[in-house]
């Protein structure tokens, strides 16, 4: 199967408007689709209309535009993050115990409907919107879409899949701690999260239902521009919901961390990428004290805000806590030891950390942040959950709390495929203002790779120079691993060889000096596994280091100890281990 194109939430609207196309061929194709990356990936999903369905409401858009109404987003397939109520389809937030029919779809739905728009069904998510990885779900964990090797993000996992995967043109996420925007950046997507209250929340399953924002993931800004369009405005069945003007278009001036405040928690290839995102802004950088904002991050988790979410679960707590994941669990249930006090004094310190942001404002008009400062395997997530959860949130947990509109945009991508971006944030109204600044600020995104198709795994390339050639005495110790045979090659001319003396079997040692020789070489690739119990078998003096090839590429191969050389004859001229032997 060839890689999805990803789906236009403008080109479709404006196909079916002109009758280009029908809503109907546009959902034969999405049905098809559906049933291809089923095989691959099934998790993203928790519910689906089934195809009879998907059909008849294609026909019924199509009908609407043959009797003259115009619609915005015609025949634009969309899908739902299952916490967002849907008619037609059980509520679970990935909870089958907590499971409801709701009689009406959530305002935004209705709103995205009524604009011709076609729900497709509900995306899995982090049990609860609790998480920013993925992999809290008993419906399976959605994998990262470019390499299934990686988290998705979360907690809004499975939209981000769908519309990466070209499934859908576009999907409802939600966002409390950065649950629509982290998703987003791993997954090459624009996730727009709006100033709280913009969006009706009216329909929504709260996690913390003073902060919780809906949001979307879109493959362009223009896209979640035109669903913007559609869903904002105040509803009065929302209590949360908010009537305000956007803010005029913001000047130039972005905040930036300082340098000291940028943790990236190990990873280099974090830190390249932002600065290359940076260094593409047309935009004057101002380095901005980033300790009020992650003073006010540290609330959401380790203050009395936990509680909100406590209360939000507090029945099936009490009654049936084994329905609950138990991460998920040991995470609500920590609510229950704050306070009504430590809730005020909390909630005094914030107001104190606001009007600290708030002083920010006058010296920039935005900011440009990392939208996460790492990426991890979904292995390693399932070892240390809650720890490598708590710092894909480093730049994100404070928006909500202090009121912010955020955007997060692709900027880059890891060499695994995951993608990496910035998360342009404003004060409260400034949506507009962070979607109009995208299209012309940032730097033309970065095209995705393929998606991941077949599962592949992370490997590594290895060169050997000695007794783990083709028919060599260790050959075995690759083949037992099934290594993958890459090719020949050579190394640059700065190698030295030598026959390492009383070596049992008989074993080269491979030198960089600088004054050397091309070495002839083989390469194999080994997945991350094999590579690990292959390098633990090492005998000393050789090791694993970094090989220079004549193309001037780099790769994991045999490199020696100094020792190594002691009593060893110098066969450099030789070219290579073969031919020494041949001798």
Not at 186 to 197: Q, V
Not at 286 to 292: K, L, N
Request: proline share 6%; net charge negative.
């Amino acid at each position: 199967m060839t890689a999805l194109d990803r789906l236009s939430v403008e080109a479709i609207a404006a196909d079916v408007r002109s009758g280009r196309r029908t809503a109907a061929d546009v959902m034969e194709e999405v049905i098809r689709r559906l049933d291809c990356y089923d095989a691959v990936q099934p998790a993203a999903w928790i519910s689906r209309f089934d195809a009879a369905a998907l059909h008849a409401a294609a026909a019924a858009v199509d009908e609407r535009v043959a009797g003259g109404e115009v619609l915005p987003l015609a025949g634009v397939p969309f899908a739902v993050k299952d916490n967002i109520d849907v008619a037609g389809l059980d509520t679970t937030a990935a909870c089958p115990a907590f499971a409801y029919a709701p009689p009406r779809s959530a305002t935004v739905v209705e709103r995205l409907v009524a604009a011709g728009a076609i729900p497709v069904g509900k995306t899995n998510l982090d049990q609860f919107a609790t998480g920013l990885n993925g992999t809290r779900s008993p419906y399976g964990i959605p994998r990262n879409a470019y390499n299934r090797a990686w988290v998705s993000g979360g907690s809004s996992s499975g939209s981000a899949v769908a519309v990466a995967a070209g499934l859908v043109a576009f999907a409802l996420g939600t966002d409390t701690a950065g649950s629509g925007r982290v998703p987003a950046a791993f997954n090459h997507l624009i996730g727009f999260k709006p100033t709280r209250g913009r969006w009706s929340s009216r329909g929504l399953v709260p996690a913390c239902r003073s902060l919780d924002c809906i949001t979307v993931f879109a493959g362009t800004v223009e896209d979640a521009g035109l669903v913007d369009d559609i869903v904002a405005g105040f509803d009065r069945e929302d209590s949360f919901s908010r009537a305000f003007d956007d803010l005029p278009r913001a000047r130039r001036r972005i905040g930036v961390p300082r340098v000291d405040q940028r943790p990236w928690f190990g990873d280099i290839e974090s830190g390249f990428l932002y600065d290359a995102a940076l260094a593409g802004l047309d935009a004057e950088l101002v380095e901005i004290d980033m300790a009020p904002l992650n003073e006010a991050a540290r609330l959401l988790y380790n203050g009395p805000w936990i509680a909100e979410r406590t209360a939000a679960l507090q029945d099936l707590l009490r009654d049936d806590p084994d329905a609950i994941h138990p991460v998920v669990r040991s995470i609500v249930e920590e609510g229950q030891v704050y306070s009504a006090v430590d809730a005020f004094g909390a909630s005094y310190r914030l107001a104190d950390l606001a009007r600290a942001a708030e002083e920010m404002w006058a010296t920039v008009d935005l900011l440009a942040l990392p939208t996460a400062p790492t990426s991890y395997r979904v292995a390693e997530m399932l070892a240390a959950p809650i720890t490598l959860n708590a710092s894909l949130g480093a730049y994100t947990n404070f928006v909500n709390l202090l009121d912010m509109a955020a955007l997060a945009v692709p900027t880059g991508r890891y060499h695994s495929g995951v993608g990496f971006g910035v998360t342009l944030m404003g004060p409260a109204g400034s949506d507009r203002s962070l979607i109009d600044l995208a299209k012309t600020l940032l730097p033309a995104p970065v095209v995705p790779p393929r998606l991941d198709l077949e599962g592949r795994m992370e490997t590594v390339k290895l060169a050997v120079v000695g007794a783990h050639l083709k028919d060599m005495p260790l050959h075995w110790q690759l083949t037992s691993r099934d290594a993958r045979f890459v090719g020949e090659a050579r190394t640059a001319p700065a190698y030295r060889l030598y026959a390492i003396a009383d070596s049992v079997p008989p074993k080269p040692a491979l030198v960089h000096s600088g004054d050397g020789a091309a070495i002839a070489l083989e390469i194999y690739e080994l997945d991350m596994a094999a590579f690990g119990s292959f390098v633990a078998e090492v005998p000393p003096p050789l090791a694993i280091g970094t090989v220079t090839l004549e193309d001037g590429s780099q790769v994991k191969g045999f490199v020696a100890e100094p020792r190594a050389t002691v009593n060893a004859e110098d066969i450099t001229a030789l070219g290579g281990w073969r031919r020494y032997l041949q001798r």
